[in-house]
């Protein structure tokens, strides 16, 4: 085991108030149609926790609200994130707790695309293949420690 | 020679060690003098000393050096060749290292930095040089005290003097800088060691420079001197005293912004410690860091240091001591005066610095607090504040008298901040003038500076006030800041008159004002709902302090005006608004409730009497109505009111009720019948005995003279339908007189009950449903036999019963006797038979129903027997077609034939149940004074449940299930849970199918939830566990069948959360489901509602995780078996191997994607 973490002193921001839906549908628009919308893929992942801190992607702004895209109509939705440094490891874990959050919270219709801010990564572009490439997605998920460290970074997002 | 003999015979005697001080000094002197006059040129004076500066006895060279060093700094003045310079930098740099020579050294470097450019100076290469040999070689902690002095000197000359070129040492510099000052104790040194950390910063000022990566190092030397505390006597020969130090360290503190994040949070550790010198320190510096590191780095400290601060003031100008009041409150002599001066002017740095809006509400609460805690500090920041701010107001002391009264502001010159400054500050001075009972301290008020500077500027402000009220409109009509005017009118009406009198005008005048804002400006509705709060809580001030004078303006400016505006129809201020302002003026007090009740009592009537004519005096009266019988009358109640309104206004209504019949006007709308009715059981609930009495006689008397029941007749003559129809407003008045009935308590007197009971019957079978409520309701109250020996006069329960379920009730006309075709009796009939349907009558038959289910009511909460009867006859309307094993009905039934009931009189059966169950608002409850037994639904569901169960097994016929499950339902979903859940076991497959026959129609959508709550509760609960397990599976397929209802959200949602307590139960139990559940829960991830999609996802994971997890137990089982089996190795891979494996769900879902 590599001793020492990637980065050892990562700076923390505060969690962004959850916003309140505007109040729950009165009777009359029981057929209105929720669209799944930005704030809601949030919702979905702001609580991952990080894979070597005990402090959610939120607190270290590895993901923003503004990072999700989504396209209700197209079934589409991005998700950027900015790993803490350039040279994070672990900016595949996140991106595939990412990516396994999303898969079980969204309807199949989707394609999720998951990346890697521009600029914020030394191996860019390894990094958003490898995340993309569901051969290799499936193989990670395999390997029981990995799966077994996804789960753990995603059951704070359950709760 | 002469000369150089001497020369030679001064050099010796100051390197003698052994001579005197002053004959040392005096042989310095005069070498230098001859330096100096050119007499004995530097060059030739190294020359002589050469011997003594390099020979090897330590003592000699040392004062040699010394001798060198010490001329030069005597020649300061003397302008050097640069060459001379060079070479003596050279020479001095170097015996740096000579730790025995290192005083000379010193002075020799101290005195060449010195010197001034004109009479040339060290070049910066040098500069650079004795720096870095400085930093190599100089140990300074190890030193005596005069030459660590010298060292600062050398030190914080080199930083002042030659910043641009030690600046390049970089790293070396600060690291130096550290060791040196390092654990130093002297006064002196220290003062030099502070000053140079704060020449450091200056060096350094980018936050991202290299200061900033040894920022905490540098600061962790300084750290330990805070607070300055000094052994020294204070009055002694020591030139430093320990205020200097501590002004030299506030500087190095505050020296650079890069110091912020350790400073303040020290500062505030040390704010709280008990020292007095670290508290006053501690609020200097803050005062000054504040200053110096700007706005934005303290913004995010604002809350810590605003919680010390008040922390401080509170303990220190906390107590309202006599002393303060006796003594002028100066600060002398108080050392926690100090510290409250201290931190108000810490307090008013702060202030000045941020001028932003957001600083502006921290400010504020600050102003607030402060003047609230005592006196002197309420003084102390009117004197400081309040006539600043006043002047930037616009108005100043001197000029306050020429501000006449209503001078009213140009919109420009009003500052918004300021004025809510102001307007803290005065909730504040309010505040501690409310809070100080003590009548002593209340005289000392009126002499305080904040009172008569407040009595000066009173018209001021309300101008102000006022003014800014107008102009906010205008601006920003969104944000409630803007209506602080509001406010500040508000607090200026509430202060105590006997503290701080205003005058009567001034507080009229507000009152005015705040009225004109109700009257016009509805529109903007944050204004107008900020102006009616003030408005009641100026009313209920009043109230509270008992302020006559005042009380009697505000009754006659806004009460009365209120009032009025009722029966004013040209302002354009909409009712409902009239009405709200209304109410919560009448909130107010006691007094002017009854005030309030009056008016709204003569709108009320004048607008019924109105109703026939002018179809908006109907909706006025309803809205007055709603008013009165949801806010104002459970206040009434609330605040021990009497109920002499309530009587009247009841008296009135019926009188108004006589009148408008002799118009002959019916009362319009359902709507207003139902509100009337609704005011009048209320107010008949709240009255006593005795009043109750006098209204229903009243009521009484009205029923029979404008009526066209003819009562008299009702007991001689048979019941006959014929009587029937009953004209609408007829109808009207029997519910409000039933109405009347419902409410009364069981003690209070009902005439002509027997006359009444039959005219009930007549008018039930029309479909008048508040009369089979208040038939409920009698039967409810009536005493029974058995304890009613006192008063036999009246009806007993038993006569009263037998007046229901036995009086005849004839069909004269002949078409209703050829659709009997003849059955028991001829035309004559009771309740019960109509109920069963043998007039054949629908419409006769559902309401015989429906009135039979408030009666049944009535007898249910109480706990009578006869019930059952009732629940048989329902029983029997939802089975009919089958076979009856009914005794009761069996006999009259006898000699009918077998008949289907329609569906209509099925569903009106069933619905009787809910009538039974649910707690009725209208009738038959607590307010009504009904008699109601404890834990009766329980009874009724343990006597019924069993019966339902039993026909529905029995039933064979589709529709007459459909009814009796829906009969199930509303037991089910009214019954605690803990009686449900002791039959859980028979009752859960029951109530599956229930569920899936609720969700065939869309109307049924709400009894589907209500009986899905009782599912969920079952599910949730501890004991009822048992049963769940046992049906798991059903359940789980009628949950997945309800995940996607598309009438009703919150049923998917719910079924969603039972699925999630399901995944509790025993793993053995519920793997086989797993499939089927995630394959329903995965199309809700895609539901069109929010809620219901992040329940599935939550559900789907708890199913996700229990599958892994039973997996991995059985796993682990095979593995221990496969121990003594290798054998079935392959086995097992095929059973289990790809089940679990998530790639399996990956890949699915990646191919599924475009």
């Given at each position: 085991m590599v001793s020492g973490l990637i980065n050892a002193n990562p700076v923390i921001y505060e969690k962004k108030e959850r916003r309140a839906r505007t109040a729950p549908s009165a009777p009359h628009d029981e057929y209105a149609v929720e669209p799944i919308d930005q704030q809601e893929i949030f919702d979905h992942i702001r609580d991952i926790k990080d894979p070597e801190h005990p402090y959610s992607l939120e607190e270290l702004k590895v993901i923003t609200e503004e990072a999700v895209e989504v396209d209700d109509q197209q079934n589409y939705v991005r998700v950027t994130f900015t790993p803490?440094?350039?040279?994070?490891?672990?900016a595949t874990i996140i991106g595939l707790c990412l990516r396994v959050k999303l898969m079980r919270s969204l309807p199949s219709r989707y394609k999720v695309d998951i990346r890697v801010a521009p600029g914020s990564h030394a191996t860019e572009t390894a990094v958003n293949k490898q995340l993309n490439d569901k051969e290799r997605v499936a193989a990670a998920l395999e390997n029981p420690n990995l799966l077994d460290m996804v789960d753990e970074c995603l059951a704070p997002s359950y709760d | 020679m002469a000369e150089a003999t001497q020369l030679t015979r001064h050099i010796e005697s100051y390197v003698d060690s052994s001579s005197s001080l002053t004959h040392q000094a005096a042989t310095l002197n005069a070498i230098a003098a001859l330096v100096k006059t050119d007499a004995l040129p530097l060059q030739a004076l190294v020359r002589e000393l050469d011997m003594y500066l390099t020979t090897t006895d330590n003592v000699i060279r040392a004062r040699g050096i010394l001798l060198l060093a010490e001329v030069i700094t005597r020649i300061e003045s003397k302008p050097l060749d640069s060459a001379i310079i060079h070479s003596l930098v050279g020479f001095f740099k170097d015996r740096l290292v000579n730790w025995r020579a290192v005083r000379g050294a010193l002075v020799g470097c101290l005195a060449l930095i010195r010197r001034k450019s004109v009479v040339g100076m060290v070049t910066g290469s040098d500069a650079t040089a004795i720096a870095q040999s400085f930093l190599q070689y100089m140990q300074v902690q190890s030193l005596g005290q005069y030459d660590r002095k010298l060292c600062f000197e050398l030190l914080d000359c080199l930083l002042e003097r030659y910043s641009d070129v030690v600046t390049t040492l970089g790293e070396d510099l600060i690291y130096g800088i550290c060791e040196a000052i390092d654990a130093e104790k002297d006064p002196e040194c220290l003062m030099l060691a502070f000053h140079i950390v704060e020449s450091l910063a200056q060096l350094y000022p980018?936050?991202?420079?290299?200061l900033a990566s040894f920022a905490k190092d540098v600061f962790d030397i300084l750290e330990p001197y805070f607070p300055i505390h000094f052994t020294h006597p204070s009055s002694g020969d020591t030139p430093v005293q320990r205020d200097d130090l501590s002004k030299s360290l506030m500087s190095a503190f505050s020296s650079t912004p890069l110091f912020e994040p350790f400073v303040i949070p020290l500062l505030l550790e040390k704010l709280s410690s008990s020292l007095h010198s670290a508290k006053i320190d501690s609020l200097k510096y803050l005062r000054v860091c504040s200053s110096k590191y700007g706005a934005e780095k303290i913004a995010k400290y604002a809350r810590a240091i605003w919680s010390s601060v008040k922390d401080t003031l509170s303990t220190y100008l906390g107590e309202p001591k006599f002393s303060f009041t006796i003594a002028p409150v100066d600060g002398i002599g108080f050392p926690e005066n100090e510290i409250g001066i201290e931190a108000l002017s810490l307090l008013q740095q702060l202030i000045v610095q941020n001028s932003k809006k957001k600083k502006l509400h921290a400010i504020g609460r600050i102003l607030y607090i402060t003047a609230k805690s005592t006196i002197s500090s309420c003084n102390a920041v009117f004197e400081n504040l309040f006539s600043r701010m006043m002047d930037d107001l616009g108005f100043s002391v001197s000029n306050a008298d020429s501000f006449s009264n209503g001078d009213i502001f140009t919109s420009q010159r009003v500052k918004f901040g300021f004025l809510y400054l102001c307007i803290e500050l005065l909730a504040g001075c309010k505040e501690l003038i409310v809070g100080s009972d003590k009548p002593a301290l209340q005289y000392v008020f009126e002499h305080e500076t904040c009172c008569i500077m407040l009595h000066r500027f009173s018209t001021q402000l309300l101008n102000a006030f006022g003014s800014v009220l107008a102009v906010s409109a205008e601006r920003c009509p969104l944000d409630p800041d803007i209506y602080i005017g509001v406010k500040g009118l508000q607090i200026l009406a509430t202060f105590q008159s006997d503290v701080f009198p205003i005058q009567k005008s001034i507080f009229e005048n507000i009152l005015n004002k705040i009225m004109s804002i109700i009257m016009e400006d509805f529109e903007k509705t944050i204004l107008w709902e900020s102006a009616l709060k003030a408005l009641c809580h100026v009313g209920s001030f009043v109230q509270m302090f008992h302020e006559s004078e005042k009380a009697m303006s505000y009754r006659s400016l806004v009460v009365e005006k209120i009032v009025e505006l009722l029966s004013l129809d040209d302002i354009t201020l909409p009712f409902s608004l009239k009405v709200e302002a209304l109410s919560n003026v009448g909130m107010t007090g006691r007094k002017n409730m009854l005030t309030i009740l009056q008016g709204l009592g003569t709108a009320v009537l004048a607008n019924l009497s109105k109703v026939h004519r002018n179809v908006r005096s109907s909706e006025t009266a309803v809205q007055l109505l709603e008013c009165y019988s949801c806010k104002l009358l459970p206040w009434i109640h609330e605040n021990g009111g009497t109920e002499d309104f309530a009587v009247q206004f009841a008296l009135d209504i019926w009188s108004q009720a006589g009148n408008c019949m002799d118009f002959s006007a019916p009362f319009v709308e359902k709507g207003l019948l139902d509100a009337i009715m609704k005011a009048m059981k209320l107010s008949v609930g709240s009255c006593v005995v005795e009043s109750q009495n006098l209204i229903i006689q009243n009521a009484y008397s009205i029923l029979s003279s404008h009526t066209n029941f003819q009562l008299k007749e009702v007991e001689t003559l048979p019941l006959t339908p014929g009587k029937y129809d009953i004209s609408l407003r007829d109808e009207g008045i029997i519910s409000l007189f039933a109405s009347v009935v419902v409410a009364v308590h069981p003690k209070t007197h009902i005439p002509d009950i027997r006359v009444l009971m039959h005219l009930f019957i007549i008018t039930l079978l029309r479909g008048v449903v508040p009369v089979a409520q208040a038939l409920g309701s009698i039967l409810n109250k009536l005493v029974s036999t058995s304890n009613s020996a006192e008063n036999s006069g009246d009806l007993t329960l038993e006569e009263a019963l037998d007046v229901i379920f036995n009086t005849k009730i004839c069909f004269s006309s002949t078409d209703m006797l050829q659709r009997c075709n003849g059955t028991s009796n001829g035309n004559e009939m009771v309740l019960t038979d109509i109920c069963l349907g043998i007039a054949n009558d629908r419409l006769l038959q559902i309401n015989a129903i429906c009135g039979l289910s408030w009666i049944g009511k009535g007898l249910l909460l109480r706990g009578h027997e006869k019930i059952k009867d009732i629940t048989k006859i329902f029983m029997e309307c939802l089975i009919s077609g089958t076979k009856s094993a009914?005794?009761?009905?069996k006999d009259s039934l006898e000699n009918t034939e077998e008949q289907i009931q329609d569906p209509l009189v099925m569903k009106c059966a069933a619905d009787a149940f809910h009538v039974l169950m649910s707690d009725s608002e209208v009738c038959l409850n607590r307010k009504f004074h009904a008699t109601i037994r404890p834990l009766y639904k329980q009874r009724f569901f343990s006597s019924v449940m069993p019966i339902i169960l039993q026909l529905i097994t029995k039933s064979y016929s589709s529709l007459s299930r459909s009814f009796l499950y829906r009969a199930f339902a509303h037991i089910m979903s009214d019954t605690s849970m803990v009686a449900i859940l002791s039959e859980a076991k028979k009752l859960i497959p029951v109530l599956l199918d229930c569920l899936s026959m609720l969700t065939e129609d869309i109307q049924d959508k709400d009894m589907l939830y209500g009986l899905l709550l009782v599912l969920s509760g079952m599910l949730t609960e501890k004991n009822g566990q048992e049963a769940v397990i046992e049906n798991a599976h059903i359940i789980i397929n009628c949950l997945i069948k309800l995940v996607d209802y598309p009438h009703k959200m919150l049923v998917r949602e719910t079924a969603i959360q039972c699925l999630v307590a399901l995944s509790e139960l025993p793993h053995a139990r519920i793997y086989p489901m797993r499939t089927q559940v995630l394959r329903a829960i995965s199309t809700c991830l895609?539901?069109?509602k929010r809620a219901v999609r992040y329940e599935a996802v939550k559900c789907r994971q708890t199913w996700w995780v229990h599958n892994f997890f039973f997996i991995e137990c059985v796993q682990f089982y095979l593995v221990q078996l496969l121990l003594y089996l290798p054998i079935f190795t392959f086995l097992l891979d095929l059973l289990i191997g790809r089940q679990c494996h998530p790639e399996v769900f990956i890949s699915e879902v990646q191919y599924q994607l475009p």
């Open positions: 803490t440094v350039e040279h994070c490891s672990m | 980018d936050s991202s420079g290299l009914l005794p009761l009905i895609d539901d069109t």
